[in-house]
């Protein structure tokens, strides 16, 4: 990883981190899925604000619908919908930790589909270890949950479907759409996201809005803004300039914002368990990330993510 992309990777981890505290909040208010589909909704507002008052050419080209639709229901809708739903029975510190494995997935996708980032053994023993300490996790049934002793499985289950679906995308975004618009996909993405979402959370769940407080609405404005809308784009843009899996590494810091944020605003906890989870994972990552010594450099090409 490039030294240049640390500041982007730091600011999407605090966008993405602080919006799950906010989303934690929320899922005692709004059903998961009528959150999502809001939050979808507020944010393809927000993309059409831009048209509208940047005067932006509105997209043509259909292949960029086409993949972006994809991305859209299969990168966006599913991982929203996984992570939110897992928050009923996480913790977002504890969610944000199994998070941190998506680039250990990111990197063994990524070994099969692009032909530039492939596995050898120091990646291999850092996926091996990072994804140990997920199911160190998963075994001890943390939850993180300041009134639950032991997890429902199920909230396991739907952070590792949102990591499979998200890593899929990533890899995705970087094999087919290097070359275009970020905003533009990111535009569509959203818009085939909501409008997935929304209309199937209405038919099967409603839309019961009596339990929303202010507080709840903040939080719900907050999360579409920072980390659907802004977030997005910066996801998006991540990938094209500095690569899937240094894209990845947003994961790395997401536990530190949502685990702190989660104990002083929503009471969440912090076991001995879960530090060790983290730690493996932590260095799991690092040897996935660290540099090899070789006799004869080989220059880093600064166009290779753009």
């Not at 059903?31 to 979808?40: A, E, V, W």
């Not at 991305?71 to 928050?87: E, N, Q």
Request: no cysteine.
């Amino acid at each position: 990883m490039s030294i240049q992309a640390l500041p982007y990777i730091t600011l999407l981890a605090f966008l993405f981190g602080s919006t799950l505290i906010a989303s934690r909040f929320s899922v005692g208010q709004y059903h998961p899925t009528t959150y999502i589909g809001l939050r979808l909704v507020l944010a393809s507002l927000g993309h059409l604000a831009v048209y509208a008052l940047w005067r932006r050419a509105w997209p043509r080209d259909k292949r960029l619908w086409w993949h972006a639709t994809v991305l859209g229901v299969l990168g966006t809708a599913v991982p929203m919908t996984g992570i939110v739903s897992s928050l009923q029975y996480l913790s977002s510190g504890l969610a944000s930790v199994l998070i941190t494995t998506n680039p250990a997935i990111t990197v063994v996708m990524a070994h099969f589909f692009l032909a530039d980032e492939k596995l050898n053994r120091r990646k291999t023993a850092g996926v091996l270890l990072a994804l140990g300490g997920a199911f160190l996790l998963a075994v001890r049934g943390e939850s993180g949950l300041p009134d639950v002793s032991q997890a429902n499985p199920l909230g396991y289950v739907l952070v590792l479907t949102a990591m499979l679906f998200g890593s899929g995308a990533t890899i995705y975004a970087r094999k087919y759409m290097q070359h275009m618009d970020s905003f533009d996909v990111a535009s569509v993405r959203m818009f085939a996201a909501a409008l997935v979402v929304m209309p199937l959370s209405v038919l099967f769940f409603g839309f019961d809005m009596t339990a929303v407080t202010p507080t709840g609405y903040f939080a719900l404005g907050y999360a579409s803004l920072v980390g659907t809308f802004l977030g997005m784009l910066l996801a998006f843009y991540n990938i094209k300039r500095f690569g899937a899996t240094a894209s990845a590494m947003t994961a790395y810091i997401i536990p530190i914002v949502a685990g702190l944020g989660g104990v002083l605003f929503l009471g969440e906890r912090v076991t001995a368990g879960m530090l060790l989870g983290v730690g493996l994972i932590v260095a799991g990552i690092w040897l996935i990330n660290r540099r090899e010594t070789a006799v004869v450099p080989v220059p880093e090409n600064p166009t290779a993510g753009d």
